[in-house]
């Protein structure tokens, strides 16, 4: 078979799902992903459209919950945005999840006293990248893994 014909059989074994499933199960980007998030909400306490967290009662937190949060150190001890970060449990729970075509970042938000999405409006979005982050993510991370992979199975 000449290089046109090797080529062309390489280039039509090449699934693309599979190779961006296999960099995000095994390049880090299990820890990294998750970990944009926890950044974005410990540093700026926003949703992924950008407008800041409130509760449900329309405060980053109540004045028992910022005396409380005073006594913290680190992001526990923020108390000029929401964080979802008291404990660290709720932010031990997010995880990557991709999906054939997809991913996302899934929580488990079950609380002692109530879940945290029954005070957090629109919950889901919190733990969604923002736009500027999935181009972060596309552009500098994974297009640089999925080119080396693409040029692995070509050449």
């Known amino acids: 078979m000449d290089a046109i014909g ?17 960099i995000l199960d095994t390049q880090g ?15 700026e306490g926003t949703y992924s459209t950008g407008e800041p ?3 449900k009662k329309g405060n980053p937190y109540s004045s028992f919950t ?3 949060k005073s006594q913290q150190t680190g992001v526990s001890g923020i108390t000029s945005h ?14 990557l999840k991709p999906t054939k ?6 929580y488990n938000d079950n609380k ?7 005070n957090i409006p629109a919950l889901e979005s919190a733990i969604s990248l923002t736009d500027q982050e999935l181009d972060e993510l596309r552009y500098i991370k994974i297009l ?5 992979e693409f040029r692995n199975a070509i050449l």
């Open 112 to 118: 002692p006293d109530g879940k945290v999405s029954d």
């Open 6 to 22: 090797t080529l062309a059989v390489k280039l039509s074994a090449f699934n693309v799902n599979e190779t961006l499933r296999k």
């Open 66 to 68: 910022v005396a409380v």
């Open 144 to 148: 640089p893994d999925f080119i080396e």
């Open 29 to 43: 980007y299990g820890a990294l992903i998750p970990q944009m998030v926890k950044s974005r909400l410990g540093s």
């Open 53 to 55: 967290i409130f509760t």
């Open 101 to 106: 075509t997809s991913f996302s970042v899934e």
């Open 82 to 95: 929401v964080t979802l970060h008291d404990s660290g449990k709720f932010w031990s729970t997010f995880a």
